[in-house]
Nanobody
């Protein structure tokens, strides 16, 4: 059973930075994808960034975060990170780490595509406010 545990959320001022971590375990397939999604009552669920288990570390970023957020993977620590820089108030949301191992392409990373990810963490709140 795949398990995901997020950490690293909090309150930060606009322009600040946070790093989210997602510790994963239990994959039974060689290929898997892990994504960060965020959810608010107004916007619903959005895809933020996704990464595959391929050696080339195929990565997708949404237009909203491209150039500000960086996703990375440390296989030795079974952890995926989301480094968030230049944070804006509109980045405020609950951030979830999600995973799938059924062969869904890494670029399936939108709110709609989140339906293909069967495994989810509990979420971590990120609040960007002065």
């Amino acid at each position: 059973q795949v398990q995901l545990v997020e950490s690293g959320g909090g309150l930060v001022q606009p322009g600040g930075s946070l790093r989210l971590s997602c510790v994963f375990s239990g994959f039974s397939q060689d290929y898997y994808a892990i994504g960060w999604f965020r959810q608010t009552p107004v916007k619903g669920r959005e895809g933020v960034s996704c990464i595959s288990s391929n050696d080339d570390g195929s990565i997708y970023y949404s237009d909203a975060v491209k150039g500000r957020f960086t996703i990375s993977r440390d296989n030795a620590k079974n952890t995926v990170y989301l480094q968030m820089n230049s944070l804006k108030p509109e980045d405020t949301a609950v951030y979830y780490c999600a995973a799938e191992e059924g062969g869904v392409p890494f670029y399936y990373c939108s709110g709609e595509a989140s339906q293909y990810y069967p495994y989810w963490g509990h979420g971590t709140q990120v609040t960007v406010s002065s």
